[in-house]
């Protein structure tokens, strides 16, 4: 192995295999409780706990390290009325025939439509943008790698941190999405990845039936 600067491993915690199991037994307790919700209540979330939750996305393992992302954590009421009206714009073009009949189709059985008022309602939502290059300190760009797969393992970081503390998420992917660019003014060398809406469930959220089904292990995962 090529010599490099590195520490010690000293907060690795090996458990028991009973307790492996245990732990792997209730963390997948824990993780189908976690469902993409559309009805938000505005019941406010403290920026800390977003905060964090975004520092634990932070951790994921990404290319070279380079940590290409950047969260825009939005809360002001203006910000999200503009994030909704841009939204909807684009959204409507889609399910009037832009997306095409088949995935217009797929999307029945979860009862989506152009119409986002949980862009407005929920507490929070989160921008994420994924960035092609870094800007150094001299001024020369530093080019990153494994762009899409890091900021895919960090988002999923950050929805299992939000649901660990007990917050509902839903992912929105409006196409297109450079919309938020604007928004956020984000740099150049920055293209939005996702939009998570955050909150807590309102008191009449649903879930879609179609959505509770998921693969067994057997069609999920091969053991050689």
């Keep these: 192995m090529q010599k490099h600067d590195a520490l010690p491993l000293k907060d690795f915690i090996e458990y028991a295999p009973a307790e492996m199991l245990s732990r792997s037994e209730q963390f997948y307790t824990e993780i189908k409780?976690?469902?993409?919700?559309?009805?938000?209540?505005?019941?406010?979330?403290?920026?800390?706990?977003?905060?964090?939750?975004?520092?634990?996305?932070g951790t994921a393992p990404n290319g070279a390290n380079h940590q290409p992302w950047h969260f825009v954590a939005i809360h002001s009421r203006q910000v999200k009325t503009q994030v909704r009206e841009q939204a909807e714009a684009h959204e409507t073009g889609f399910y009037e025939g832009r997306g095409g009949a088949q995935w217009l189709d797929a999307l029945k059985p979860l009862g989506t439509d152009a119409d986002k008022p949980y862009l407005e309602h929920a507490p929070w939502l989160i921008a994420i943008f994924s960035q092609k290059n870094t800007q150094q300190e001299d001024g020369n760009k530093q080019s990153n790698y494994y762009v899409h797969e890091s900021v895919g393992i960090a988002t999923g970081f950050l929805i299992n941190a939000l649901h660990h503390c007990g917050l509902a998420t839903l992912t929105h992917t409006p196409k297109p999405m450079s919309f938020l660019s604007k928004i956020c003014d984000r740099p150049d060398n920055e293209r939005p990845y996702m939009l998570l809406i955050v909150g807590y469930p309102a008191e009449d959220a649903t879930v879609p039936r179609h959505a509770i089904n998921k693969k067994p292990l057997g069609e999920i995962a091969t053991f050689i």
């Design 33 to 57: 409780r976690r469902h993409s919700i559309r009805q938000f209540s505005d019941r406010p979330v403290p920026q800390t706990i977003i905060e964090n939750c975004i520092k634990a996305a």
